[in-house]
């Protein structure tokens, strides 16, 4: 089933990190049985990991390939296994009735289904042209080369079955509290500094402390948790204990991404309205004070990251794909005042860098430097301050799926979203 496919639902612990596997081909003496037996397991892994990339484009029940619309579209179950919408339709019938999934058989109705927001993202990377996945992803043989030295993996959170299809991670630098989107159930997870899960909140529905379909997700200085919905176009603003505290329409088209200020207002991206917003409001009291438009004619911007010492803001433009060429983005970083400092989009830094990059979530680092996630290559790379802007020196290159979020910690550790195996995977130097 396609929910297999994105990841397991078990925490590990690692040390290092994760190392690529490799090995000569055209070896005419027979190897020794043991080598024999690595390369036939290396072989059968591949084989797997080409079965998983095929699988992941395709409905598990029509076997036919996703697309952005109509009834290929991908849609997400409660459970989390994926279907595409024609067969969601035939599983409740003309009426529309409760369905079970075809893998789990867990019942549910048509309107607790979703869209599969990074399968759609996924195919706005392959473009119109319907490119392969492991082309995608690898092309012109990877960004990735080694991990800086003592950088490695610490801990991941999650995994199939406890966060499901994730779309937003954001820290509290006071408290340490690391906190997570997705589409589960509960639709906030709050972990604590000892990573454990302190709170779960946030379901679908109507009511003030509902979220129907979370975007992104900030923490405020002040420790209030802000998360974009697209469900309802509106953002929403709660206590770290679940209890909403503001709810913010203000004729929003779709707010997406959004990053908190050291003086708790919050930079807000509208990826329909082409448009960045700043928000202040008193969340003790639940009261707005400002919503303003600060940056207009943006080109569908998502991912936002405010800088805690300049004040820079840096969006990611999502450029739409022109003819059979694929989808690109465009990084764009302002000062404080909102001046135009630089910008470079995806055929720029190709130029520079040895693959195409598309990136999906960005953060500074407590140095100011600009950092992007890639699921071209399925890294974390350094650009560089917004004056040297861009450099190019990847952080992490082995070990992630599908990067979509970013947050760095009191402590200085990366937290990074993976919704390709439903997790986030905390990067620490030694």
Not at 264 to 282: F, K, N, P, Q
Request: a neutral charge; aromatic letters at 6%.
């Amino acid at each position: 089933p396609a929910a297999a496919i994105f990841g397991s639902g078990d925490s590990y612990r690692e040390g290092r990190p994760g190392g690529g596997a490799g090995g000569g081909r055209g070896v005419v003496a027979a190897p020794p049985p043991l080598m024999a037996a690595g390369m036939a397991a290396a072989a059968a892994k591949e084989g797997e990991e080409d079965e998983a990339e095929l699988s992941l484009l395709e409905c598990r029940v029509c076997f036919e390939r996703y697309g952005p619309g109509g009834q290929r579209r991908p849609r997400n179950l409660p459970c989390g296994h994926v279907l595409c919408r024609g067969c969601l339709g035939a599983l409740g019938g003309p009426e529309g009735r409760r369905l079970e999934c075809p893998f789990c058989r867990r019942a549910c109705g048509l309107a607790e289904t979703s869209d599969c927001l990074p399968l759609l993202q996924l195919l706005e990377v392959l473009g119109p042209a319907g490119g392969s996945l492991p082309s995608a992803l690898r092309r012109g043989g990877g960004a990735a080369g080694p991990a800086p030295a003592g950088l490695g993996l610490r801990l991941s959170l999650g995994g199939w079955g406890s966060l499901v299809n994730p779309t937003g991670v954001a820290a509290c630098r006071r408290s340490g509290r690391l906190v997570v989107a997705h589409d589960g159930k509960k639709r906030i997870h709050v972990f604590g500094p000892s990573r454990s899960c302190l709170q779960r909140f946030g379901e679908r529905g109507d009511a003030g402390n509902d979220i129907k379909y979370p975007l992104d997700v900030t923490v405020t200085s002040d420790g209030h948790v802000v998360v974009t919905d697209g469900g309802d176009r509106s953002v929403k603003a709660f206590d770290f204990e679940g209890r909403g505290v503001l709810a913010v329409q203000e004729g929003f088209c779709l707010p997406w991404g959004l990053d908190a200020t050291p003086e708790s207002e919050v930079i807000l991206t509208d990826s329909e309205a082409g448009a960045l917003y700043r928000l202040a409001a008193d969340f003790q009291k639940g009261k707005l004070k400002k919503c303003q438009m600060i940056r207009s004619q943006l080109v569908s911007p998502r991912g936002v990251a405010v800088s805690q010492t300049s004040g820079a803001i840096v969006v990611i433009e999502h450029l739409k794909a022109q003819g059979p060429n694929n989808g690109s983005t465009r990084v764009k970083i302002f000062s404080a005042e909102m001046d135009l400092v630089s910008q470079m989009d995806s055929f720029g830094l190709n130029l520079i860098f040895p693959s195409k990059i598309y990136t999906t979530a960005v953060a500074f680092d407590k140095e100011g430097r600009v950092i992007v996630t890639d699921v071209c290559s399925q890294a974390v790379i350094c650009l560089g301050k917004p004056e040297e802007f861009p450099i190019f020196n990847p952080l992490i290159s082995h070990g992630l799926s599908y990067p979509v979020g970013l947050a760095y910690m009191a402590n200085n550790s990366l937290a990074v979203l993976d919704s390709g195996d439903h997790s986030v995977k905390i990067y620490s130097s030694t």
